[in-house]
C-alpha cells in the first residue's frame, strides 16, 4: 500500500508562482506512474500532469510551458513528486491532488487547495 501526503499550497497573485510536492511511502516499490489532478468548484477533477517510468510526462494543454512535473528519490522508503506551476491563472484555482499508480490501485493524496487571486 501507498501512502501520499501533499504540500505547498496556497494564496498566490497571477503571474506567480508555487511548488507543490507529494511524499510517496510505503510500497514504493510498486509505483509505475504519478501525477496531479485538480477540482474547481463545480467542475470534474481533470488530470494536470503525469510522470511515468522512465521519465515520459504528460500535461493537459492549459498547462504546457507553465507547469513542470518532477520526481525525486530520496532512499528506499520515500519519493516525492512535485509540480512547479509558473505564470499562475485564476483559472488554476483549484484542489489539487497528487496520485500513485501500482499493480492493483490509484492511490491518492488529501489534497492541497491552490488560490490564485489578485
Known amino acids: 500500500q501507498v501512502q501520499l501526503v501533499e504540500s505547498g499550497g496556497g494564496l498566490v497573485q497571477p503571474g506567480g508562482s508555487l511548488r507543490l510536492s507529494c511524499a510517496a511511502s510505503?510500497?514504493?516499490?510498486?509505483?509505475?506512474?504519478l501525477g496531479w489532478y485538480r477540482q474547481a468548484p463545480g467542475k470534474q477533477r481533470e488530470l494536470v500532469a503525469t510522470?511515468?517510468?522512465?521519465?515520459?510526462?504528460?500535461?493537459?494543454d492549459s498547462v504546457k510551458g507553465r507547469f513542470t512535473i518532477f520526481t525525486i528519490s530520496r532512499d528506499y522508503a520515500k519519493h516525492t513528486v512535485s509540480l512547479q506551476m509558473n505564470n499562475l491563472k485564476p483559472e488554476d484555482t483549484a484542489v489539487y491532488y497528487c496520485?500513485?499508480?501500482?499493480?492493483?490501485?490509484?492511490?491518492w493524496g488529501p489534497g492541497t487547495q491552490v488560490t490564485v487571486s489578485s
Open positions: 496520485y500513485a499508480d501500482d499493480a492493483i490501485v490509484r492511490n
Open positions: 510505503g510500497s514504493i516499490e510498486t509505483i509505475y506512474a
Open positions: 510522470i511515468r517510468s522512465g521519465d515520459n510526462t504528460d500535461y493537459t
